[in-house]
């Protein structure tokens, strides 16, 4: 018991419950627990490393699925059965008709040796169009004729007719 005097003077007497350790008691806890925050951040740290390993691992597989997509690839192309097509159904492309562009939009695509009116060989698409005398005209058109009398781009086929009336003079 500790005795210790109040206020008004008079000595009373309590209970002493403070706790006292040595100043080695005291540093060896402090230690123990900056090595458990220690272990919790390696802990942290080691759950995270192999969180980036995991993702990395999946990055690497679809590298490899890649790599061989286009080892496939390279190999039909090597055995001629690639074919890279330069539109696809639905497309829209721009015929040169006369002396005007016609928007027109791809409706089937034939893959076959066709020969074109120069005797190239060539695919084939089908194509159709909307006019106001005719409200649907289709006709057939050679890969070929691509950069010709058929255009990717309005921009192109408007070019290409000016260079055709430019000539005709």
């Known amino acids: 018991m500790a005795k210790y005097r109040d206020i008004l003077g008079n000595e009373r007497e309590i209970e002493d419950t403070t706790i006292t350790i040595s100043l080695e008691k005291y540093n060896t ?4 627990e900056a090595i ?3 272990l919790i951040q390696a802990k942290n740290k080691e759950k995270k490393l192999v969180q980036d390993t995991d993702e990395l691992l999946e990055m690497y597989n679809d590298v490899v699925k890649d790599l061989e997509k286009f080892k496939e690839y ?3 192309e090597e055995q001629g059965t ?3 097509l330069p539109f696809k159904a639905g497309y829209r492309v721009y015929l040169i008709s006369e002396n005007f562009i016609e928007p027109c939009t791809v409706e089937a695509i034939f893959l076959s040796d066709y020969m074109d009116k120069e005797w190239n060989h ?3 698409a089908e194509i159709y169009y909307n006019r106001e005398d005719c409200p649907y005209v289709s006709t057939e058109i050679y890969f070929t004729d691509i ?3 058929v255009f990717l781009t309005e921009s192109e086929a408007e070019a290409k007719l ?4 430019a000539n005709r003079i």
Do not use: R, V
């Open 162 to 165: 000016k260079d055709i009336k």
């Open 147 to 149: 950069g010709k009398t």
């Open 74 to 76: 390279q190999q039909l």
């Open 29 to 32: 806890l402090i230690i123990k």
């Open 122 to 124: 060539s695919n084939m």
């Open 82 to 84: 690639l074919i890279k």
């Open 36 to 38: 458990a925050d220690g």
